[in-house]
């Protein structure tokens, strides 16, 4: 059973980055893709990109495809999404999740506080 | 970009109820990349059904999805007190990737 683990919160100042990691446990991680999902205080689900870590291919939102990198690390299992140019819109919990073209499992978020 | 509306906004039942949630999308989309998640709060979304009708892993058969083409519908007979959480519903394409509906609170009456 897969489980996805990710990093701990982050309060991060305006025009700064910041780099969420997201690490899966229990299955393999080459077979599927890792999206990253994002939802501000209150509002609905936005998805931010994907990586498919056994390709090496990416595929970006529109709105974040300047700001966004997707990553990933075979060797440890870890996906990491690095967001730029942070502004206090992008304060929001972050989420990993499996994607087979469904996002089945989900990991646990990461709060990311943007503030000066 | 494929625009989602969940209707209603919000929906308000007692328990033993059945719930009916509704999702059209602003062209066809394929049935096989349409789903739908549960979000209580403070937890991350859980999948519910995909491919528009099949029941993800572990979901009880009083949580049932049907629809193609640009209305979709999820379906929650004999509601249980867990079950009142913010329900979503979610296309896949290969461009612009995934979207979501702006979700239907599902609340006690």
């Known amino acids: 059973q897969v489980q996805l683990v990710q990093s701990g919160a982050e309060v991060k100042k305006p025009g700064s980055s910041v780099k969420v990691s997201c690490k899966a446990s229990?299955?393999?991680?080459?077979?599927?893709?890792i999206s990253w999902v994002r939802q501000a205080p209150g509002q609905g689900l936005e998805w931010m990109g994907v990586?498919?870590?056994?390709?090496?291919?990416?595929n970006y939102a529109q709105k974040f495809q300047d700001r966004v990198t997707i990553s990933a690390d075979e060797s440890t299992s870890t996906a990491y999404m690095e967001l730029s140019s942070l502004t206090s819109e992008d304060t929001a919990v972050y989420y990993c999740?499996?994607?087979?073209?469904?996002?089945?499992?989900w990991g646990q978020g990461t709060t990311v506080i943007v503030s000066s | 970009e494929v625009v989602l509306t969940q209707s209603p906004g919000t929906l308000s039942l007692s328990p033993g109820e059945r719930a009916t949630l509704s999702c059209r999308t602003s062209?066809?989309?394929?049935?096989?990349?349409f789903a739908w998640y549960q979000q209580k709060p403070g937890q991350a979304p859980r999948l519910l059904i995909y491919?528009?009708?099949n029941r993800a892993t572990g979901i009880p058969d009083r949580f049932s999805g049907s629809g193609s083409g640009t209305d979709f519908t999820l379906t929650i007979n004999r509601l249980e007190p867990e079950d009142f959480a913010v329900y979503y519903c979610?296309?896949?394409?290969?461009?612009?990737?995934?979207?979501f509906g702006q979700g239907t609170r599902l609340e006690v009456k």
């Open positions: 999740a499996r994607d087979v073209v469904r996002l089945d499992v």
């Open positions: 229990g299955g393999s991680f080459s077979g599927y893709g």
């Open positions: 990586i498919i870590p056994g390709l090496g291919t990416t």
């Open positions: 062209q066809s989309v394929s049935s096989y990349y």
């Open positions: 491919g528009a009708s």
């Open positions: 979610q296309q896949y394409n290969s461009s612009p990737g995934y979207t």
